[in-house]
Structures are given as C-alpha cells and as structure tokens.
C-alpha cells in the first residue's frame, strides 16, 4: 500500500505534466459531474468529446470517471425523485434491482419503458449536481492554486 509522501508526489507531479490548477480542477469535477449522470454507457464517450475542445486531461478525466461511476448508482433514485417532485408527478415504482435488471435485458426498451424516470432523473441531476459541480470547481480551483504555489515555492 503507496504511503501518503508517495500519494502526495503523483499528485504534485501532475502539475509537472503542463496541468494549470483551473484545467485540473475542471478535469476533475467534469469528469465527476458526468460520470453521476443518471444514463449508463455515455460518460467515457461525453467525457472524449469534451475534452477534446476545452484540452483538458483526458486520463485524468477517465481515471476519476471510472473511480466516481459506482457512486451513480448512489444519485440515480434520488436524481428521479427530485425530478418527479419537480414535475409534481408520481413515477412508477422503482428499485435499483428493477433498473439494473431492465438494462440487463434490453437497453433500448428499458430507455422506453423509463424514458419518463430518465427525464425526471435528467433535472434532478441538473437541479442538484451542476450546481454543485460548479461551486466545487471554485473551491477545488483554489485549493488547488494554493498546492500548485506551495509546491513551486523556492526554498
């Protein structure tokens, strides 16, 4: 198990590799951001054709996607419930087991058979999460300028 001085010297040497503290904040917390998206089976492909544009860190940006994707599983009730109260309408009743085993047997069919739950899923992650998201940036942007300065700080 890497101890803390090894954890701490990838981290720094990341802002070796050209990173600015705003593009590692923004790789982070887009990454994150979509990798919580109530969709399964986009995040490596939105996370691409967003990277490619703005330059940011793209192995980052996948590596951080694929550590928050479990965490999706987490949001994607809530996401719809919020939704749904949004909407000030009931949706069917839902269960985690019932999504994943529906997405086992037919994606397609399970886009129709929730495509309703998928929008209410879609504005409660953009009520809650992109809010967030971009309070988050700030924080992390400035946690991160603090680090970068620290660790560029002659001796």
Known sequence: MPNLKNLWKKFTDLFKQGLSPKSL????VISILVSIFPLFGISTIVLVCITVPFKLNLPIMIAVSYIAEPV????????IKLGAT????EH???TLEAIKTSFDISFLNTLKALSFE?????VGWLIAA????????????????YLYKLKNKPL
């Open 92 to 94: 069917t009743l839902l």
């Open 130 to 145: 992109v809010p967030l998201a971009v309070v988050a940036y700030f924080i992390l942007k400035l946690i991160l300028t």
């Open 86 to 89: 949004i909407f000030n309408t």
């Open 25 to 28: 904040a923004l790789s982070l």
């Open 72 to 79: 999706k599983l987490l949001f994607l009730i809530p996401f």
């Open 118 to 122: 998928l929008l209410c899923g879609f």
